[in-house]
């Protein structure tokens, strides 16, 4: 009895022996699960942090792309500028002559024969010459370049690793890459030539072959060239009474050498030819570059026959525009390519992976 006594006061005093882990198991879950919803916060706060801070980093990447595209633009319009300026600059001669000039006064023989023949209208006229020198070679530039640039494009089959070139976010075409320098040397060229021209016109100031048609001279006695007196004198002092003749004939009288026309459609087709032997690939007929060359010269040969027969010119004076026409086409081919506009190394470049 005493055994079943003392076993009956303990029994209900001790602690069952598989109570003591399912508390423990109970605490370590809680204790878990707040480790696991305290993780989750942190965890949540992390991401949250991490975001934040490629936000920061994307819009500061963002402002620095914002700003080096501005300063990127900025400079290229003020190399354009530059260069615009640059063509301004070496054109604006060129309208101080026309609008100001004076050509150097020499004087003249009455009998001679080189200066009696009759005034006649130019067969090639401003218009004609402007649509020779200005609308063929930039129309014939872009063609070429527009379909070299297609070509190319079909070859790479849109691998090209070349540069490619932005402006304003706007990607730009290799053919107005090119086309912009080309036109550009072009344009450069053709206003040297045809300062070089001006300067020889006013500094020497040879008299046209129908001079005496479009002056009429009167000497300071009121006697002209159908006088005997004045036959085999070198005049000098003189007026012309310029009957039926503008302000803008009698200046022109004395700008014939060397030929304006000459050497501005000489250059303009001699350009050309080299442009087209340089940049036309067509394998279609290598005869088709040479026809167009020949033709080109051929346009720029008839132009300077014409300034012979309409007695504007004479013949030495269409031979040395002639000269200073080719001569520019070929210094600005072959050398101005070397040191011109830099587009590489000046524009900016988006470069597509190889």
Same mark, same amino acid.
């Given at each position: 009895m005493s055994?079943?006594t003392?076993a009956?006061?303990t029994?209900?005093?001790?602690?069952?022996?598989?109570?003591t882990p399912?508390?423990?198991v109970?605490?370590?879950?809680?204790?878990?699960?707040?480790?696991?919803?305290?993780s989750?916060?942190?965890?949540?706060?992390?991401?949250?942090?991490v975001r934040?801070q490629?936000q920061?980093?994307?819009?500061?990447?963002?402002?620095?792309?914002r700003?080096?595209?501005?300063d990127?633009?900025?400079r290229?319009?003020?190399?354009?500028?530059?260069?615009?300026?640059?063509?301004?600059?070496?054109g604006?001669?060129?309208l101080?002559?026309?609008?100001?000039?004076?050509?150097?006064?020499?004087?003249?023989?009455?009998?001679?024969?080189?200066?009696?023949?009759?005034?006649?209208?130019?067969?090639?006229?401003?218009?004609?010459?402007?649509?020779?020198?200005?609308?063929?070679?930039?129309?014939?530039?872009?063609i070429?370049?527009?379909?070299?640039?297609?070509?190319?494009?079909?070859?790479?089959?849109?691998?090209?690793?070349s540069r490619?070139?932005?402006?304003?976010?706007?990607?730009l075409?290799?053919?107005m890459?090119?086309c912009?320098?080309?036109?550009?040397?072009?344009a450069?060229?053709?206003?040297?030539?045809?300062?070089?021209?001006?300067?020889a016109?006013y500094?020497?100031?040879?008299?046209?072959?129908?001079?005496?048609?479009?002056?009429?001279?009167?000497?300071?006695?009121g006697?002209? %060239? $159908?006088?005997?007196?004045?036959? =085999?004198?070198? /005049?000098?002092? #003189?007026?012309?009474k310029? *009957?039926?003749s503008?302000?803008?004939?009698l200046?022109?009288?004395?700008?014939s050498?060397?030929?304006?026309?000459?050497?501005?459609t000489?250059?303009?087709?001699?350009?050309?030819?080299?442009?087209?032997q340089?940049?036309?690939?067509?394998?279609?007929?290598?005869?088709?570059?040479?026809?167009?060359?020949?033709l080109?010269?051929?346009?720029?040969?008839?132009?300077?026959?014409?300034?012979?027969s309409?007695?504007?010119?004479?013949?030495?004076d269409?031979?040395?525009?002639?000269?200073?026409?080719?001569? %520019? $086409?070929?210094?600005v081919?072959? =050398?101005?390519? /070397?040191?011109w #506009?830099n587009?590489q190394? *000046?524009w900016p470049a988006k470069?597509?992976?190889?």
């Open positions: 055994n079943e003392s009956s006061e029994t209900p005093l001790r602690r069952p022996d598989n109570q399912d508390h423990n109970a605490q370590s879950n809680q204790t878990s699960v707040n480790n696991d919803h305290s989750n916060n942190n965890n949540y706060g992390d991401s949250v942090q934040l490629e920061d980093r994307n819009s500061d990447s963002e402002q620095q792309q700003t080096a595209t501005m990127t633009n900025k290229i319009l003020c190399r354009v500028g530059l260069d615009v300026l640059i063509l301004l600059c070496a604006f001669p060129i101080l002559f026309f609008l100001l000039g004076e050509p150097y006064k020499r004087g003249f023989f009455c009998d001679d024969e080189s200066l009696k023949h009759p005034f006649h209208d130019s067969t090639v006229r401003n218009w004609m010459l402007y649509f020779i020198g200005a609308v063929i070679p930039v129309g014939v530039i872009l070429v370049e527009v379909i070299i640039s297609q070509n190319k494009a079909k070859q790479d089959n849109g691998n090209s690793s490619r070139y932005v402006f304003m976010n706007y990607e075409p290799d053919w890459i090119e912009y320098k080309k036109v550009g040397i072009y450069f060229g053709a206003v040297l030539s045809q300062l070089t021209t001006d300067i016109k500094s020497i100031g040879r008299l046209r072959p129908h001079f005496i048609a479009v002056c009429q001279p009167q000497m300071p006695d006697t002209t %060239c $159908a006088d005997a007196i004045n036959a =085999g004198k070198y /005049i000098q002092e #003189f007026t012309c310029g *009957v039926g503008s302000a803008r004939m200046k022109e009288m004395r700008l050498f060397p030929s304006g026309h000459s050497s501005f000489f250059f303009a087709m001699v350009y050309l030819a080299l442009y087209l340089a940049r036309m690939t067509w394998r279609g007929s290598k005869l088709l570059r040479h026809l167009l060359q020949f080109f010269i051929m346009v720029a040969w008839y132009t300077a026959l014409s300034r012979v309409d007695y504007k010119h004479h013949w030495s269409v031979l040395a525009g002639s000269l200073i026409g080719s001569i %520019c $086409a070929l210094v081919s072959y =050398g101005l390519p /070397i040191s #506009f587009f190394t *000046v470069s597509k992976a190889k």
